[in-house]
């Protein structure tokens, strides 16, 4: 992704944002889209789109968890453990795709095949379907168990590849 590229996509929603340092987080995200995950020269051209510096980028990109520095699987799996879902499974619920998937229990990862990351999430917003679990960062749905929850990652798997990945 280039500076250009960047720019051309912040110009129309710039009035959007009071302030011009709240547009440094969509613009990494756009910058991530083609392959899912930022490298350092596409924080490099946020840094030169937006003005700020590279290390202002860096620490936006590495605070939020929906913005990848490292690549990802192509669909990532985030299972919320806060307390509402806690309270409804949400253990038993990441206990089944890390086991799934044959990911570390503490942080999980990505599965082998490079397809799936499953991931923790904070609360989701969705507290009254929990436990719930959000794809891709759009879509969140509950109730899960975990054999749904093993059932949506087996549908997520044979599922096209998304063409862009907004995460
Ligand atoms: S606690 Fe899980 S969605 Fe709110």
Not at 104 to 111: E, P
């Amino acid at each position: 992704m280039t500076a250009d590229q960047i720019r051309e996509y912040l110009e129309p929603r710039r009035h959007e944002f009071a302030d011009p340092r709240s547009l440094v987080l969509p613009a990494l995200k756009f910058a991530q889209t083609g392959r899912g995950y930022l490298t350092r020269e596409d924080m490099e051209a946020v840094a030169e789109a937006t003005g700020y510096s590279a290390s202002y980028v860096e620490s936006v990109a590495t605070f939020y968890d929906r913005v990848y520095t490292e690549p990802v699987g192509t669909r990532v799996v985030s299972v919320c453990v806060s307390m509402s879902c806690q309270l409804r499974g949400a253990d038993q619920v990441w206990e089944a795709l890390c086991d799934k998937e044959g990911v570390d229990h503490h942080h999980g990862g990505t599965s082998a095949d490079g397809r799936i990351t499953v991931q923790e999430a904070q609360c989701l917003g969705y507290c009254d379907r929990a436990a719930c679990i959000q794809v891709d960062a759009e879509e969140t749905q509950g109730p899960h168990t975990p054999d749904s929850a093993r059932a949506l990652v087996d549908e997520l798997r044979a599922a096209p590849d998304p063409d862009e990945y907004w995460r």
